[in-house]
């Protein structure tokens, strides 16, 4: 048996079109994989802590998250109820309380789900690039693949995906994950390859990958086109303007670590991605980092002690 198959799929739910869209999104996901679908609402726990610091006494707020529940529940249930009269698959409602992205991991972890299927909604300004939103935070710490749908539509399949390969640790390692999808959609896969600039041995790297890549494409019978773009400091906006113009319905991303300065102030790769995506982006990272990257982790703090405090610092705002 396959220990990759999609079985068990999340999707975060606060009734907003954009969340609906993704869970959307999620069904034809679970009718294609026959998996099932547990639908999650939070009601969120920053609520509390406003009426208790701004507004309210904690006493007045208590009975306003009960309401919250209540409501949410009868909401819920509505819907699952829905979902499996029209679509004839399993699907359950959960209700939780806390902070969003980390109730969100919690679940996942609590549920053994595969993926994680939310919608996203695009910050903007400094924002954007250092804090980052609830679904770039889940991206970060979930403990399974995440597939974040951008508020501009839904998607019943995936029959063109992009895989951006990187001169990075680890870029290859999750293509097993993305099999899954490509064979349920019977997609072409887009495999981009993206070198660092001003470096040989990085083009080199990157030419070996997508051969490697290739070869078991074509054990897997998977029909794959392949793009070396010349390098480029600027890989997000070049994966974003590839997406677009090759019209592709499925981004598909590998995590690893950006190691430069720059990249820490400017933003991670995978944010900006998530963000400025029109297209559902699915971000695979690995759940332990690979020793030669916790290496690297210790000497940019050597190099930048005094700028990145801690690694575990690093780790959390610098992850794909």
Known sequence: MDALNIKHILVPID????????????VAMTKRHEAKLTLLHIVN????????????PIASAVPMIEMMRDEAKEMLSQITDKVAAQHGIGVQGEITQGFVSSEICKSAERLGADLVVMGTHGASGFREFFIGTNS?????????????????????????ILFPVRDTPGALEKYDFLRKIIRQNKAVLHVLGISDTGSTSSEDWVEKKIQKLKS?????????????????????????HTAKTK???????????????RDFF?????????????????????????????????IMQADYGPMLPNAAFLLRTSLL
């Open 45 to 56: 726990k920053s609520i509390l802590s406003y009426h208790h610091a701004d507004v309210l």
């Open 136 to 160: 770039f935070a889940v991206v970060k710490h979930a403990p399974c693949p995440v597939l974040t749908v951008p508020p501009n539509g839904k998607w019943e399949s995936f029959s063109k």
């Open 216 to 240: 078991k494409l074509r054990d897997d019978d998977v029909e794959c086109l392949t793009q070396l773009l010349k390098p480029t400091e600027q890989v997000a906006e070049e994966v974003l």
């Open 247 to 261: 019209q592709m319905d499925l981004i598909a991303i590998t995590a690893t670590l950006d190691y430069g300065i």
């Open 15 to 26: 009734f907003s079109v954009t969340s609906l869209n993704a869970m959307d999104t999620a």
């Open 266 to 298: 400017v933003g991670p790769y995978t944010q900006q991605i998530v963000n400025h995506a029109k297209v559902p982006v699915l971000s695979i990272r690995p759940v332990k980092l690979p020793d030669s990257e916790q290496k690297t982790v210790q």
